[in-house]
């Protein structure tokens, strides 16, 4: 983490230094021959020696794979720069020492120990109760047969470009490159045999022992005890690439030092940022900081031993009665294989010296200024445009304010679809402040000065931004009986998540509009007085508000007069029953709600279905159907004298996919419908 602060505090100190030297960019008027011309080449070439310390990498450092520590590199490098682009050539060689202290022992936990006896069982207590999981058995140096070190090591060809900010002695620069290397990934290796000066005391089981030591009586069982246990036997340990893993098993070697690791071509990427301060025309020296990315071969590691555990049991009854002390020896075996795959990521600090080769930059002089006299301040037209921040669209619906200094008359207005309001003709001389307002969500301010009246345009443009990350659903009623505009119907909106509502009437052509969270499910429902619609779903998942503002509905409402009917959306049954499941009980339970609005409506329930199956059963099942769906009403409260159940079966059919005709599941679904139908 301090690594990655470091880099972002470099590059912020570029973008800093970036502005405080764009103020450095206006060339004045003054010729001065002491001027040094900097960045001194329009167009130039430069040649220069760069290296640097590559910071240790905490995950490589400690995986076993690796163990990758602190490194170095060095380059020579060349480029090409007009103006604040360049591009630039590296070639240079990059080390990576090997030198954790883990590589140059063998250690193996006691539990690794016990587990891999042949009688594990005799130390039952002891790996149960964890006693063994924090004791080691260390081997000595002096049992070592063969240790060997190779750090990682490659060589690299880099291009790519540099983007420079600034014109005076210290500039900045970032840049990415990518390109080739020869590595050798190189590996550590430890082997060895004998014995560990640890010894460590454990509870042991003799319950589980199913005879008694060699040469050796066994007292009366059950009884316990504890064992001392001394380790001896061959160990080995290394970590290195698959393909120079097998390259030294292939080969025969007693040791991966007696081959030769080839080197691996590879893909290989840097970027950073530097600072580079100019000493003279000619020479500028650089500091900088880069991230380096390697990718890692597939790696194959692991440390093993096998040998023999022994020591003396001492025994004795849970009575206390008697003890004895008895020699064992028993052979144990393990292997802790490392499989992780890590591609290689470092952090470097970095020293540069370049030579620039081109054309020193000429002194620009400028002409005198042109005096150009004020012009007498007069009326103008003011035009005012407001994008939507996420999509950079024109914004229509907001509310704009624009107040004059020392005036209390205000200028209020609405943007229209193109994001602009009516063009403000002849506005009065003077400092003005415009403002919006769209959904609570106020868009950034503007100002217009006096000075502002004194320009030769005509027409002063001025542009607001409104940064609202919700979606706006834009809403219509329509009348179902002739799919018109309904105005001022009340609406319902209901937030599926939070099971929060909010309500809003359509205005007089029958749009409304609600705002919408992002990765959200709705309900709408229309609420009016003799008036019904279906509960239409409606949600934000899978929309991008950079390129989305409105989410459309349009909302059928059918009026409640005799012989109005509509489907019911969203009425399900499962296949060859009749009974209500909990998604249609929603539905219905609108209607339950439209029925005790409108006392005296009376209605007709309709179940319809698809051609396939017999006539006669098809007339059943919707009958049924329709009757369990009155008696969900009648449950609800509503008076049974006001309903009728009526099964249509496949009589009337929607479309022409009769009997044996071939048809779609989406057109055999359209004929599986449940309707009402307005009878007084």
């Given amino acids: 983490m301090k690594k990655r602060l470091l880099l972002l505090s470099f590059v912020c100190l570029l973008a800093t230094m970036q502005v405080v030297m764009a103020q450095d ?275 194959k590691g692991q440390a093993a031993s096998n040998g023999t555990v022994s020591g003396s049991i001492n025994l004795y009854k849970t009575d206390a009665a008697s003890e004895r002390d008895m020699r064992y020896s028993d052979k144990y075996t393990f292997t802790r294989p490392y499989t992780e795959k890590k591609n290689l990521g470092f952090l470097s600090a970095s020293l540069g010296l370049k030579i620039w080769l081109g054309k020193k930059r000429p002194v620009p002089v400028n002409d005198p200024p042109v005096v150009v006299p004020a012009q007498p301040p007069a009326d103008k037209n003011l035009a005012v445009k407001v994008i939507d921040k996420p999509t950079g669209k024109p914004l229509d619906g907001v509310n704009i304010r624009i107040e004059k200094e020392g005036d209390e008359s205000v200028i209020e207005t609405m943007t229209r679809e193109d994001g602009s309001i009516p063009l403000q003709k002849a506005l009065a001389t003077g400092n003005y402040k415009i403002t919006g307002i769209k959904n609570g969500i106020k868009t950034t301010e503007a100002a217009v000065a006096i000075a502002d009246f004194s320009a030769p345009a005509a027409t002063i443009y001025r542009e607001l931004i409104h940064n609202d990350i919700r979606f706006t659903l834009a809403g219509k009623t329509i009348n179902k009986a002739d799919m018109g505009p309904l105005p001022f119907i009340q609406t319902s909106l209901t937030n599926v998540t939070r099971g929060s509502a909010e309500q809003k009437t359509s205005d007089s052509v029958g749009r409304f509009y609600y705002q919408l969270d992002q990765q959200t499910d709705y309900n709408v429902i229309a609420q009016n007085k003799g008036y019904f619609s279906n509960r239409e779903k409606v949600t934000t998942k899978g929309l991008n508000r950079s390129e989305v503002i409105y989410v459309n509905l349009a909302l059928e409402v059918m009026e409640l007069k005799k012989d109005a009917s509509i489907v019911l959306k969203d009425i399900y049954y499962d296949y060859n029953k009749w009974d209500i499941r909990p998604d249609a009980a929603a539905v219905l339970d609108n209607l339950v709600t439209t029925l005790k609005e409108n006392p005296a409506v009376k209605i007709e329930l309709s179940s319809h279905t698809d051609s396939r199956g017999g006539d006669a059963f098809n007339m059943t099942l919707s009958r049924k159907r329709a009757e369990s769906a009155v008696r969900y009403l009648v449950s609800r409260g509503i008076a049974a004298d006001r309903l009728k159940a009526k099964g249509y079966g496949e009589s009337r059919l929607l479309n022409d996919c009769g009997n044996d005709v071939p048809c779609s599941e989406e057109q055999h679904q359209l004929n599986r419908r449940t309707e009402i139908k307005v009878l007084e």
């Fill in 25 to 299: 960019d206006v060339v004045t008027s003054t010729a001065s021959t002491d001027d040094p011309g900097y960045p001194l080449y329009q167009t130039g070439f430069y040649t220069g020696l760069r290296g640097g310390y590559l910071l240790k990498n905490k995950s490589l450092w400690d995986n076993p794979l690796y163990h990758l520590g602190n490194g170095m590199f060095a380059e020579v490098n060349g480029g090409w720069r007009k103006n604040a682009f360049g591009w630039e050539l590296a070639v240079g060689m990059l080390q990576i020492k090997r030198n954790h202290p883990e590589m140059h022992r063998f250690t193996a936990t006691a539990e690794e120990v016990l587990r891999g006896m042949g009688n594990s069982g005799q130390f039952k207590n002891a790996l149960d109760s964890g006693q063994a999981k924090n004791d080691y058995f260390t081997f000595p140096e002096s049992t070592q047969q063969v240790s060997a070190v190779k750090d990682f090591k490659g060589y690299y060809l880099l291009t790519g470009p540099r983007l420079w900010f600034g014109r005076q002695k210290l500039q900045g620069s970032v840049y990415a490159q990518g390109g080739i290397s020869m590595n050798r990934f190189g590996y550590y290796y430890l082997k060895g045999n004998g014995a560990s000066p640890d010894r460590y005391t454990y509870s042991y089981n003799n319950t589980l022992v199913s005879s008694a030591p060699v040469n050796e009586v066994a007292i009366g069982s059950p009884t316990v005890g504890t064992a001392t246990a001394n380790v001896e036997g061959n160990y080995e340990k290394y970590g290195m690439s698959s393909a120079f893993y097998d390259a030294y098993k292939a080969s025969g070697a007693a040791s991966p030092a007696d081959i030769k690791e080839k080197n691996k071509m590879q893909f290989l990427a840097r970027g950073g940022a530097s600072l580079e301060f100019f000493f003279s025309p000619k020479v500028s020296l650089s500091a900088g900081v880069d991230y380096w990315y390697i990718p890692s071969p597939e790696m």
